[in-house]
């Protein structure tokens, strides 16, 4: 049962089919949006109201609210994929919405209850649907934005009082320019992303704020992402910042770090551990040493290393560089088969290509 009921005001001058068409065409990743949004208000005094579909179009901000000095926000990243026959779907919303609820309460923000969160997403879905591309479209889809943000006007340090809910849409191609290339990685060294009682778990903005400054060290070394080890011993790895991290093992095994608290609970990462099991891999859950990365790469007990995401879905991982060194698992003639074959199935499940045997998908249109 949703509390919350849309008001739903459309923009007169919506865009025209032809420049729709022309940003489908190629619409990169989070650089265009559709015509309309989500907002909704919580107050302290009333709780959730005002929900509206409203024309896409700035907030009107007080320069004192508090996400803007103390950072009270979180947000949640899905897409919205369109089928052959012109129905619209989305991937396991409901553990999407149960995160952003964990992430409301480390964050001390409100908690949206699930029902409302996913039927925003089917409001803007509805409103925009001219938006979704076409299914045959290769792996194009409507990045879903909700997001949530201390929007009360106090300088005071303490949870805000009024809150906004938005949820913003835009047309998605592969989130890597320049397709399914490995991406080399940097060992973050000097910058953790999260520590241990952290926000690391939660999906917040500052979290990604905390990772630029390793990413931007990895990019001096010419690599495309860096991955943060624990902030304690700064010997097992964590993640990527955006994306969790899997190894792929020469027994047959595939490892991905346990949830300590400080990393991210991807909604790819746990399915890539159900669909890991038709591959017949074993999926493990444990701490992994970033000995053990370079060890294996070295050795061979590695033959895959990939990122997977949300926006990215999966993203083979090449080289692994640090200050002093650098080690690659890819040997002559190498395939990334393994990453492949997962971001094929996901990819078949979430496009209605294949039967949806863990009934992760919900319509929206
Ligand atoms: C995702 O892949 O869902 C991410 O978290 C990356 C996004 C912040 C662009």
Redesign the pocket.
């Known amino acids: 049962m949703t509390q919350l009921s849309f008001e739903v005001t459309r923009r007169a001058d919506a865009t025209s089919p032809e420049r729709i068409a022309e940003v489908l065409e190629n619409p990169g990743f989070g650089k265009t949006f559709t015509d309309h949004m989500v907002v909704a208000t919580w107050t302290a005094d009333g709780g959730w109201g005002d929900a509206q579909v409203k024309p896409y179009g700035p907030f009107q901000l007080d320069p004192a609210a508090a996400v803007l000095h103390y950072a009270q926000e979180i947000f949640e990243?899905m897409k919205a994929y369109r089928h052959a026959d012109g129905s619209i779907w989305t991937f396991r919303p409901e553990a999407n919405a149960a995160r952003f609820a964990r992430s409301a309460r480390r964050l001390a923000l409100p908690v949206l209850p699930e029902a409302d969160f996913i039927e925003s997403l089917r409001q803007i879905v509805s409103v925009d649907q001219a938006w979704v591309p076409a299914g045959d479209a290769g792996e194009k889809s409507l990045y879903l934005r909700p997001f949530m943000f201390a929007s009360e006007a106090f300088l005071g340090v303490r949870p805000a009082q009024q809150v906004t809910y938005s949820v913003i849409a835009s047309p998605a191609g592969a989130y890597f320019s320049g397709g399914l290339k490995p991406v080399t990685l940097w060992i973050s060294t000097d910058y953790a992303r999260a520590g241990e009682g952290g926000t690391g778990a939660a999906k917040c903005g500052g979290n990604?704020a905390s990772s630029l400054a390793g990413q931007l060290e990895g990019i001096e070394h010419g690599c495309d992402q860096a991955v943060f080890l624990d902030s304690s011993t700064h010997t097992y790895i964590e993640e990527l910042g955006?994306?969790n991290l899997f190894i792929v093992t020469k027994d047959g095994r595939i490892v991905t770090p346990e949830l300590t608290g400080s990393i991210l609970e991807g909604v790819t990462r746990s399915s890539i551990l159900e669909i890991a099991k038709e591959l017949d891999l074993e999926p493990e859950e444990r701490r992994i040493p970033i000995q053990e990365w370079k060890d294996g790469a070295a050795n061979g007990d590695i033959v895959e290393i990939f990122a997977c995401?949300?926006?990215?879905v999966v993203t083979p991982v090449g080289e692994l560089r640090w200050a002093g060194g650098s080690v690659d698992h890819r040997r002559e003639g190498h395939e990334d088969r393994y990453a492949e074959a997962i971001r094929s199935k996901l990819l078949d499940i979430q496009y209605g290509r294949a039967e949806d045997s863990h009934g992760w998908l919900t319509r929206l249109v």
Request: a neutral charge; aromatic letters at 12%; zero cysteines.
């Open positions: 990243g990604y955006g994306m995401g949300t926006a990215a």
